[in-house]
């Protein structure tokens, strides 16, 4: 299984940016996928995850209304769609993978860096 984020970047405060990620390696029936990020110096955090097979999402409180997962289980595509970004909000973002029959995220990719500049 492997994952790879794409579409970080430099972004002014208030606006928007969609990260990508491409899902291979299986089918992915049952799997949840998610969005995590780490800021320099402080320990990773958890954005959002998305339930392959439904769709359902889930979004912690702190980032409700600003982020969004979703998934394209035919083009294999997780996004992260960020809107009225903070620079609080720059990172290295990754997605990652929690396979069937798992509670834990066991497959990640590489990171991709947000930067929001005030």
């Known amino acids: 299984v492997q994952l790879q984020a794409s579409g970080g970047g430099l972004v002014q405060s208030g606006g928007s940016l969609r990260l990508s990620c491409v899902v291979s390696?299986?089918?992915?029936?049952?799997?949840?996928m998610g969005w995590f990020r780490q800021a320099p110096g402080k320990e990773r955090e958890f954005v959002a995850r998305?339930?392959?097979?439904?769709?359902?999402?889930y979004h912690p409180d702190s980032l409700k209304g600003r982020f969004t997962i979703s998934r394209d289980s035919a083009k294999q595509m997780v996004y992260l769609q960020m809107n009225m970004l903070k620079p609080e909000d720059t990172a290295v973002y990754y997605c990652?993978?929690?396979?069937?029959?798992?509670?834990?995220?066991?497959?990640w990719g590489r990171g991709t860096l947000v930067t929001v500049s005030s």
């Open positions: 998305v339930n392959w097979s439904t769709g359902t999402t």
């Open positions: 990652a993978a929690v396979p069937y029959g798992f509670s834990e995220f066991e497959y």
């Open positions: 390696g299986g089918t992915f029936s049952g799997w949840h």
